[in-house]
């Protein structure tokens, strides 16, 4: 193959000399480059928050069919050469093939790629016609420091347009290993000229451009005497393509991914190729951190062992909890809170660790797997909190305020046993995916929103996400008429730990049964209750969740407080934690009651919280804590 490649630059220089001498760059421009374009496919079913401004777009872009996404130019009167990343994979989704364009508006589809790299950022490939006129542009290895080059390009998606006025500048070693020396010249460059020619004064090309370093009247293309290193005729190469956890330190899951062919193909074809090994390697990487995050993550970090000590302030898992309903008294242990009281629904917003997580409320009546799997009306309550997802138009961003029905919907289990509905909206006009993964509470949906590049398959991001979305622990709330839909056999949604929760009324009292703990309460159900359970990390088997706390707000208005929760003794003796009745620096009142559990690493404490010590002291007698024996926590070493 590089032969034949030496053959074809060899001959080059023939195919101009057949053309008059004259003006050769103006040669060139007319019958040499092209614009390189991919189909032009609208999003009926979005839409933003306000018009438009056309009249910002110029005229040529907001009346093509098509866009404008790079340039190319022949080397013969059969191949073009461009930059291999204007030919991307994730282009792939949106177009049904790549096309290029002329300087007179004619459109020819590619055919094939005859050869590809990423690492020195060149393709060149056939068409499936042709213009009836090709003028070649002949190539020379012959340059320097100092002379004037001239760059013919799709500068701004504009059109083939020519610019000259500047130098080269150097020849300085590409930056990762040095391998070839890349050529620095100083004549403007704008988005669309990637992959165009480099030229000189007599209308050669000297190589490729390929980038433009930003702030810096300095721009880089790569010249055609390193093509004799290729070793491959398509070859595509990411290195250390994978994982890695930003808490638990070392843990990482990368290696290379290399793609490889000797034979010319499809130029879609070939893309495809690039998604599925992409999506592959993805996969497997994704299936290695895994195993090491159970492994060595959770197990011995430092992190995971500090949170189950102090799960409030823990640094591996972050615990969020909201309390109430009506939101007057949202706690967020981690990360910055937002509450959206404009919106047709209840919405909160926790961001943590650079991941946006939403709360949407059900309305009145509503049941929770409906709202669930009505993934637009969740969508949509998201976008209304504004600014979420925007399309930029120029010098002005718009924010979607729909994105229609989702195109992918598939279900996904974390590692802690949780159910996650995972939903995928294509968006071709900003060439993205955007994607929620929701999971049910009682009162609400929680949902992640991301977006991510359209070459990945739903099981790639679901499998990327697992490890992810296994670092949030969720408190679950929600009136006792709520989790008594919550916790019905019909809901084949809910957590798989759910099965060890019970929630029963008899006697006047009603009864919370968390796996080995309980609480009973005077009171019988009522909409304006409220029940919090909070579940943690087994020690032993850190995927197992374990119950933390109960709580249970017999009335949202009257601000009582019942809690049972673990106390991780760290080596204290039950005698030396606090138990009765006293008032806290805040001025409320809390009572404390020890649950025996003499043997464990854990003791098991009553709380009750009240403004009001008379109505504390009349209800702290009527409750019964419970502690089941042996406990879950020993026992379950799977």
């Known amino acids: 193959m590089l032969h034949r490649l030496l053959i074809i630059m060899s001959l080059l220089p023939c195919f101009s000399s057949s053309v008059s001498s004259a003006n050769p760059i103006k040669k060139t421009f007319q019958y040499s480059v092209v614009e390189v374009l991919i189909d032009r496919v609208k999003d009926e079913k979005a839409e933003l928050n306000r018009p438009i401004p056309l009249q910002k777009i110029p005229f040529k872009q907001r009346t093509d069919s ?17 930059a291999a990343h204007v030919f991307q994979a994730n282009f792939a989704p949106f177009t049904q093939n790549f096309y290029v364009r002329n300087i007179f508006g004619e459109v020819f589809a590619v055919d094939a790629v005859t050869l590809y790299s990423n690492r020195f950022d060149i393709v060149s490939f056939t068409l499936k016609t042709y213009p009836k006129k090709i003028v070649p542009v002949s ?5 320097g420091i100092g002379d004037d080059v001239c760059v013919p390009g799709n500068a701004l998606g504009q059109g083939i347009s020519l610019r000259c006025g500047g130098q080269i500048s150097s020849l300085s070693p590409e930056p990762k290993n040095g391998e070839w020396k890349e050529i620095y010249f100083s004549t403007p460059v704008s988005p669309g000229n990637s992959g165009g020619p480099l030229i000189d004064s007599s209308g050669r090309a000297l190589g490729i451009v390929i980038r433009k370093i930003q702030g810096e009247d300095l721009n880089i293309a790569i010249p055609f005497n390193e093509l ?5 005729r398509l070859e595509y190469l990411e290195k250390d393509l994978g994982f890695q956890n930003k ?15 000797h034979q010319i193909m499809p130029m879609m074809d070939w893309m495809r190729l690039l998604m599925a090994g992409t ?24 992190g995971a062992k500090n949170y189950l000590r102090n799960p409030r302030k823990g640094s591996f898992f972050t615990h969020v909890k909201f309390v109430n309903q009506d939101l007057s008294q949202v706690d967020g242990d981690e990360g910055e809170l937002e509450k959206y009281r404009k919106t047709k629904r209840r919405i909160l917003l ?44 120029v010098d002005e961003d718009l924010f979607y305020t729909t994105l229609g029905p989702p195109t992918i919907a598939s279900l996904t289990t974390d590692l802690l046993g949780r159910n996650w509905l995972m939903y995928s909206w294509k968006m071709n006009e900003i060439e993205s995916t955007a994607a929620l993964l929701c999971t049910p509470r009682p009162s609400d949906v929680a949902c992640f929103f991301h977006t991510h590049e ?5 099981e790639t991001v679901a499998a990327m996400f697992r490890v992810d979305i296994s670092e949030f622990t969720l408190s679950y709330s929600g009136s006792s008429s709520e989790w008594t839909e919550f916790l019905a056999a019909s809901n084949r949604f809910k957590p798989n730990f759910m099965a060890g929760v019970a929630i029963s009324r008899a006697d006047g009292k009603i009864k919370i049964a968390v796996q080995e703990l309980s609480i009973a309460f005077p009171g019988t159900q009522d909409t304006h209750d409220s029940i919090v359970l909070t579940f943690i990390p087994d020690v032993i088997n850190p995927l197992k969740q374990n119950a933390y706390a109960i709580s249970y707000i017999p009335n949202l208005a009257e601000r009582i407080i019942v809690s049972a929760m673990r106390v991780y003794k760290a080596g204290r003796s039950p005698a030396d934690m606090n138990e009765g009745v006293f008032r806290t620096k805040a001025g409320r009142y809390m009572a404390t009651r020890f649950i025996d559990q003499k043997n464990s690493p854990v003791a098991f404490m009553g709380y009750m919280y009240g403004d009001e010590e008379k109505k504390l002291n009349r209800f702290w007698k009527s409750i019964e804590f419970s502690v089941a024996t042996p406990p879950v926590l020993l026992t379950n070493r799977s």
Do not use: C
Request: net charge positive.
């Open 66 to 82: 098509y866009i404008s996404i790079g340039t190319a130019w022949f080397i013969n009167d059969k191949e073009l050469f461009s």
């Open 139 to 143: 190539v020379t290895k012959s340059y």
């Open 228 to 232: 004799t290193k290729l070793k491959s």
């Open 247 to 261: 808490v638990v330190r070392p843990l990482y899951a990368k290696s290379d991914l290399a793609i490889a062919s």
């Open 279 to 302: 999506n592959d390697h993805l996969m497997k990487m994704a299936r290695v951190y895994e195993s090491g995050w159970i492994k060595n993550g959770v197990l011995n970090s430092k």
């Open 350 to 393: 926790q961001r943590i660790a650079e991941k946006s997580l939403f709360f949407i409320g059900k309305n009145r009546g509503e049941r929770i797997e409906t709202l669930l799997s009505n993934p637009k009306e969740i969508m949509d309550s998201i976008l209304s909190t504004g600014r979420v997802m925007s399309r930029k138009v």
């Open 454 to 458: 359209t070459m990945l398959t739903p």
